[in-house]
């Protein structure tokens, strides 16, 4: 099972919006509603960000959204903050196990 | 609070064998699935299996079969994963991870990572 596929960085201005994608296929994103993202500062523990496609958990501020459109699901951040610096990971059931995406940098500019 | 309190680092050489814990506690263990992550150095994040504390239930990612073998000890609430012979390739930061909820594919919390290095 490949790692699902996400740009390599992405970056914008405080205030502004950014996507990030994650390509798999229909064996992992396409196929199920287990998509989730995680947010990992330098040196820190992973957080998780969303699941369930697009679900928040209680404490993540509602700039950060899920979607999902066929095969690829996506991560918008609203209004960017600096201290939204950082490294994103999607992450996708395959119907026996978890695989990650490659992981996608954030610069706040 | 649901916490996963993990074990230290370790220093190891080529060929020995390791195991290393996940303490779950506030909730009940059996539960949530426990997932196990790599992140080598400078590196992505990269799932090495999940179990089921209930019946010890275990998927692990084909990628990395073979490496390492999970287990649970539901009387003390405890996930461990266990190394028979040591690559230097072992080498990286390993977390454990608590199902969110049933059926949605989240996982938190996460333990605050075990470093393991393998050198000779």
């Known amino acids: 099972q490949s790692a699902l596929t996400q740009p390599r960085s992405v970056s914008g201005s405080p205030g502004q919006s950014v996507t990030i994608s994650c390509t798999g296929t229909?064996?992992?994103?396409?196929?199920?509603?287990?998509v989730s993202w995680y947010q990992q500062h330098p040196g820190k523990v992973p957080k998780l960000m969303i699941y369930?496609?697009?679900k928040r958990p209680s404490g993540v501020p509602d700039r950060f959204s899920g979607s999902k459109s066929g095969n690829t699901a996506s991560l918008t951040i609203s209004g960017l903050q600096a201290e939204d610096e950082a490294d994103y990971y999607c992450?996708?059931?395959?119907?026996?196990?978890?695989?990650f995406g490659t992981g996608t940098k954030v610069t706040v500019l | 609070e649901v916490q996963l309190v993990q074990s230290g680092a370790e220093v190891k050489k080529p060929g020995e064998s390791l195991e290393i814990s996940c303490k779950g506690s506030?909730?009940?263990?059996?539960?949530?699935?426990i997932g196990w992550v790599r992140q080598t150095p400078g590196k992505g994040l990269e799932w090495m299996g999940i179990?089921?504390?209930?019946?010890?239930?275990?998927r692990y990612n084909p990628a990395v079969q073979g490496q390492a073998t999970m287990s649970v000890d539901k009387s003390t609430t405890t996930a461990y994963l266990q190394w028979n012979s040591l690559k230097s390739s072992d080498t990286g930061m390993y977390y454990c991870?608590?199902?969110?909820?049933?059926?949605?594919?989240?996982?938190?919390?996460w333990g605050q990572g075990t470093l393991v290095t393998v050198s000779s």
């Open positions: 991870a608590r199902q969110y909820a049933a059926a949605t594919g989240g996982w938190d919390p």
């Open positions: 506030g909730y009940s263990f059996t539960s949530y699935w």
């Open positions: 179990i089921n504390p209930a019946d010890s239930d275990s």
């Open positions: 229909s064996s992992d994103v396409g196929g199920y509603n287990y």
């Open positions: 369930g496609v697009s």
């Open positions: 992450c996708s059931y395959t119907g026996r196990y978890y695989v």
